[in-house]
């Protein structure tokens, strides 16, 4: 394997999901989302990934755990920080200092970790 090409996330509500990815992060929808899935661009389209319904049965399973998806962003972490707040989005603590850069995370509806790093 040399590269991940894609990744999506089984959730409970697509629509619920689907309002928080655009309304809360900020994430464009793509045009080749459908009724199963909404797959999201984000930073000018470079990265991209989905969420969907489930694969399989998910009734009773913690979703999440383990996952985080990490996107890389233009402008200060501080200020990203300070919009999500705002939003109501869930932060898992502080300003993260780590080797790749500045990190702050994210939960999402079902549990799922989405980091966004400021580059060194």
């Known amino acids: 394997m040399r590269k991940l090409d894609f990744a999506s996330l089984q959730v409970r509500d697509l629509e619920v999901s689907k309002a928080f990815y655009t309304n809360k992060l900020g994430f464009e929808l793509s045009e080749m989302s459908n009724q199963y ?3 999201f661009k984000f930073n000018k389209g470079e990265a991209s990934f989905a969420i969907r319904t489930p694969i399989g049965d998910i009734e009773g399973k913690e979703l999440g755990v383990g996952a985080s998806l990490w996107f890389a962003i233009d402008g ?8 999500l707040t705002q939003k109501g989005v869930t ?11 500045k990190t702050i995370m994210a939960k ?9 790093l400021e580059t060194k």
């Open 108 to 116: 999402d509806p079902d549990g799922y970790i989405i980091t966004f």
């Open 76 to 83: 200060k972490i501080e200020a990203l920080q300070s919009q």
């Open 37 to 39: 899935a909404c797959v």
């Open 91 to 101: 932060l898992l603590g502080e300003i993260n200092h780590t080797p790749f850069g």
